[in-house]
């Protein structure tokens, strides 16, 4: 039998801390649950959290939320090279990075420490340090909301792009993924060093394997990045943008030291990080919603923070860069 709670505050369920309230809420166990659930909440409005790591609730909802909380790691195939993993959407993302550690298969070391649900990740297509999760993915089964049906969709189908998917667009509000299948390799693993402030924490260490790229991972966003535990944040709340190079040509005239980074024969990635700290913006705090003293890109809830105070500091942010840089700043976080 199926039990909603009435009432639910939110706020031990999103990295940022924000109270807000949910008139419904079930967590879902099985992909039987979920099926139950949805057939129950036809035609009415529900929505779907994971870790809670990449939203800003701004407002009480006033439908169903969902939690997803299957769990389940499983080897489906394997050879002397690689190993076909096959992990239920409610999986902690950095349990599985570290089941995989343990395991010594190779792929996603770069990716420790990644807040979030496994079943969130393909929608963001998350990454960090040089790679992305495209890199391991192999699959994932969604369930279409509408039909109750299940389809798998493999690599070549998921549009996958810059912190983007199609998930996130085509598919959004479509359908849940309930079951995420990766690629990952066994000894010997070609380990993805090509992040400059990579190379540098791995210079000294004398022996190079994926244990010690999540070691410097670790050390690198622990000393720059805020714990969810500690300050209320989502990470980072703003994509880098991409620009012309004709835009970063006149943004060189006055100021020569912008960093960027090649994307193709047309356009250049630029650190917002870099934009919002070139403004002075890095460390600035608005009652308890601010921008991290160490990272300029994460915005932080001190303790008290409404998820509208955090927005309006993300507006007033983008306002100056805009109006400074021409640059337009959109967020990665999801907007609720």
């Not at 410097?216 to 990470?235: C, F, H, Q, T, Y």
Request: proline share 4%; net charge neutral.
């Amino acid at each position: 039998m199926l039990v909603f709670k009435k009432d639910v505050s939110l706020q031990a369920f999103n990295t940022f801390g924000i109270e807000a309230h949910t008139r419904q809420f079930i967590s879902i166990d099985s992909l039987s649950t979920l099926k139950e659930v949805l057939e129950k909440l036809k035609n009415t409005p529900f929505r779907v959290l994971g870790g809670g790591s990449n939203i800003l609730l701004t407002e009480d909802y006033e439908g169903t939320t969902l939690l997803m909380d299957t769990k389940g790691i499983q080897i489906l195939d394997e050879n002397q090279r690689e190993v076909l993993v096959q992990v239920q959407a409610g999986e902690n993302w950095h349990k599985f990075v570290s089941w995989c550690l343990d395991n010594d298969y190779g792929g996603v070391e770069n990716l420790v420490l990644i807040p979030g649900s496994v079943g969130a990740a393909p929608i963001q297509n998350i990454g960090a340090y040089g790679v992305e999760l495209q890199s391991v993915f192999h699959s994932c089964e969604v369930l279409d909301i509408d039909t109750l049906t299940l389809k798998n969709y493999t690599k070549d189908h998921c549009q996958f792009g810059y912190r983007t998917s199609l998930f996130k667009t085509v598919l959004k509000n479509k359908c849940i993924i309930t079951q995420v299948q990766f690629k990952l390799q066994k000894v010997p693993h070609q380990l993805q060093l090509s992040y400059s402030v990579l190379k540098e924490q791995l210079q000294n260490h004398p022996v190079q394997n994926i244990q010690s790229v999540a070691q410097a991972v670790s050390s690198i966003r622990r000393s720059k990045l805020p714990d969810p535990k500690e300050i209320g944040n989502s990470g980072s709340f703003f994509k880098n943008p991409i620009i012309t190079h004709s835009h970063l040509v006149d943004l060189q005239n006055q100021n020569p030291q912008i960093p960027y980074y090649p994307i193709d024969i047309h356009s250049v990635k630029v650190p917002a990080g870099w934009l919002i700290e070139s403004l002075g913006l890095k460390g600035i705090r608005k009652g308890d919603a601010g921008v991290h003293k160490k990272q300029a890109l994460v915005l932080v809830n001190y303790g008290s923070a409404s998820g509208k105070e955090i927005l309006d500091l993300a507006k007033e942010i983008q306002k100056q860069v805009w109006d400074t840089y021409r640059i337009s700043l959109e967020t990665e976080v999801n907007i609720f």
